[in-house]
């Protein structure tokens, strides 16, 4: 079998060059490492092609879209003729393509060594792609995941994947959407400001079920308002699809039909078929396991490890959750210690009509952590601040707190409410105390005064907001 070139043993090899796999290769050559990336299709992986960007690009074009349509309420005469679906994607994909050749150039100003094409495991410390084997000390596993399906429902025909989705060159007149998790929720919220008839169908008992059920409660209360149909506690059944469009049965009987049917049910693990457990990596129905420190358990021989970040790794399948991954195992690979990625800690946001951004804590797991009476919470109404009333948006910033102690969770709901989990991160992860946040200053009239309210309010000292 051929060696890489020169017989070279990089620092570590990555496998994967999404967030987490480039991160990591950035990050190891800024300290002085040799990297080896190898990607099969495109830098920047599922998140820049064919996820979060693309589908953020789609719903900028939909808040666009709304405020055109809701102009004559602020007393803008303008008129939405329609949406042109090739300018809508040539507006999307310029962006992404800007930011592709932004990260072709970093991996040159990185001198990181570039192998493009399908990667498998051989050994412990080796990659082999088309033939060649590329070595290194250590092993970083950044494969990412892939949109799952449900057993016995096949994708294909008007039966489609959040890829499909973005790539879509008309608007759909009517879509059920198979799941009302983030995806699912993004993708109702898009076609609806597109003028789509949309129905959401989830087995769970609530939309978005792994968020705070306070924001669940609003973000349906939000979508009802807005004619988003949904179905939720019941479980889907099947689907038939002929030329006029699919036909969607539940379990309860209740039937859907529309043009087309979104399957956004969650995504899975890409580790099928690569090498990992033949070299002693353990995989848990698709998933890598590993300790805190990311590592395997595997060593490669050569005083190194194999290592995995991103979707591959149980917990929370988010972009920049891979991305600050890959940062730490690079460092940890230099000796730096770095302290550990922990997934409560980790910023969520659902991009809908309204957003919901959180971080930390629910108020069920800090109740079934630290105990009904050891638990407060505060709910601060946007309804008192001047700048989500100028936008026209509702909703509300929720503070988790244990009792006499730090803020240990943060939820708000409202558009443009994704922008306000920053400051939300820093005081949950600093654990700060509501007087230590009511003490800053938030600048006026910015929806980020809404924290500073919500902490004046849990200090004990309300001014815009009812004790």
């Known amino acids: 079998m051929p060696e890489s070139p020169a017989d070279t043993v990089y620092d570590l090899v990555v496998l994967g060059g999404g967030s987490g796999g480039y991160s990591a290769a950035f990050r190891a050559a800024e300290l002085g490492l040799s990297v080896c990336l190898v990607e099969k299709a495109e830098l920047g992986g599922t998140c820049l092609h064919r996820g979060c960007i693309p589908t953020k690009a789609l719903l900028h074009a939909a808040e666009v879209a709304d405020s055109a349509r809701h102009a004559e309420g602020f007393g803008v005469k303008a008129q939405l003729e329609g949406i042109d679906m090739a300018g809508v994607n040539k507006y999307k994909d310029g962006i992404v393509s800007r930011l592709y050749k932004g990260l072709q150039g970093l991996v040159k100003?990185?001198?990181?060594?570039?192998?493009?094409?399908?990667?498998?495991?051989?050994?412990?410390?080796?990659?082999?792609?088309?033939?060649?084997?590329?070595?290194?000390k250590n092993l970083v596993l950044a494969t990412g995941s892939y949109s799952k399906s449900l057993p016995g429902l096949e994708l294909g025909g008007r039966v489609i994947t959040s890829e499909q989705a973005i790539r879509l060159d008309s608007v759909p007149e009517s879509v059920v959407v198979l799941g009302g998790g983030v995806i699912g929720c993004e993708f109702a919220s898009v076609w609806k400001s597109f003028g789509v008839d949309v129905t959401i169908v989830e087995a769970l008992p609530r939309l978005v079920a792994a968020e705070d059920e306070a924001a669940s409660k609003a973000l349906e209360r939000a979508f009802r308002k807005r004619k988003i149909n949904f179905s939720t506690g019941v479980r889907f059944k099947g689907v038939t699809q002929d030329d006029s469009g699919v036909h969607v049965e539940l379990e309860n009987g209740k039937t859907f039909d529309a043009e087309l049917m979104l399957v956004a049910v969650g995504r899975g693990p890409t580790t099928d078929g690569l090498g990992f457990e033949d070299v002693g990596v353990t995989l848990d129905r698709g998933f890598v396991i590993t300790d805190e420190r990311l590592s395997t358990g595997v060593e490669t021989g050569a005083g190194g490890k194999v290592y995995a970040v991103g979707d591959i790794v149980p917990g929370l399948q988010l972009a920049h959750r891979g991305f600050a991954q890959g940062i730490f195992v690079a460092e940890e690979i230099a000796g730096q210690k770095p302290a550990p990625v922990v997934d409560a800690m980790v910023?969520?946001?659902?991009?809908?009509?309204?957003e919901i951004a959180s971080v930390g804590?629910?108020?069920?797991?800090?109740?079934?952590?630290?105990?009904?009476?050891?638990v407060e919470v505060l709910e601060y109404n946007l309804g008192g601040n001047g700048k989500s009333q100028i936008l026209g948006t509702a909703g509300f910033v929720k503070l988790v707190r244990q009792k006499d102690g730090p803020v240990v969770g943060f939820v708000a709901v409202g558009e443009r409410m994704g922008e306000q989990v920053g400051e939300g991160q820093l005081i949950v992860s600093w654990e700060a105390f509501p007087e230590e946040v009511a003490a800053l200053v938030h600048a006026h009239p910015t929806q980020n005064e809404s924290l500073g309210e919500a902490h004046l309010a849990l200090a004990g000292k309300p001014l815009h907001s009812h004790a």
């Open 109 to 136: 100003a990185h001198k990181v060594t570039m192998v493009e094409g399908e990667g498998r495991v051989v050994a412990a410390d080796s990659v082999e792609v088309d033939g060649t084997r590329y070595r290194g």
């Open 347 to 354: 910023p969520r946001v659902t991009y809908s009509n309204p």
């Open 361 to 374: 804590l629910t108020e069920r797991q800090a109740r079934e952590l630290h105990g009904d009476d050891q």
